[in-house]
């Protein structure tokens, strides 16, 4: 059975940081597409970062570019993102994404990723 687990979210200030981290089982990890993903209240969720099956970092959306640093650890079997120069707007539920299958890579978009973790909450606000 696949589990994702997120950790690491929380309430943090206005320019503050953060280091989201999301540990797989279940799955082989180290051969596959993995990504972030946020949700805001009201809105779809949406790629953040992703990173290859052999760990290149996709292009990010401009409203977290030079922000947002995804990284993997294949020895953990964990995904992180670290988030940092936080705004508002930066508010949501982040989710981990795994790719359905290994040695594929895929754009960083919600459809093509088929296991998810339950998510952890970022809230940025003074």
């Known amino acids: 059975q696949v589990q994702m687990v997120e950790s690491g979210g929380g309430l943090v200030q206005p320019g503050g940081s953060l280091t989201l981290s999301c540990t797989a089982s279940?799955?082989?990890?180290?051969?596959?597409?993995m990504g972030w993903f946020r949700q805001a209240p009201e809105k779809e969720r949406e790629g953040v970062s992703c990173?290859?099956?052999?760990?290149?970092?996709?292009a990010s959306p401009d409203s977290v570019k030079g922000r947002f640093t995804i990284f993997r650890d294949n020895g953990k079997n964990t995904l992180y993102l670290q988030l940092s120069s936080l705004k508002p707007e930066d508010t949501g539920i982040y989710y981990c994404?795994?790719?359905?299958?290994?040695?594929?890579?895929?754009?960083?978009?919600?459809?093509?990723?088929?296991?998810w973790g339950q998510g952890t909450q970022v809230t940025v606000s003074s």
């Open positions: 990173v290859t099956y052999t760990g290149a970092a996709l």
């Open positions: 994404g795994a790719a359905p299958m290994k040695r594929a890579n895929y754009p960083c978009t919600e459809r093509f990723y088929g296991y």
């Open positions: 279940g799955l082989t990890f180290d051969d596959r597409a």
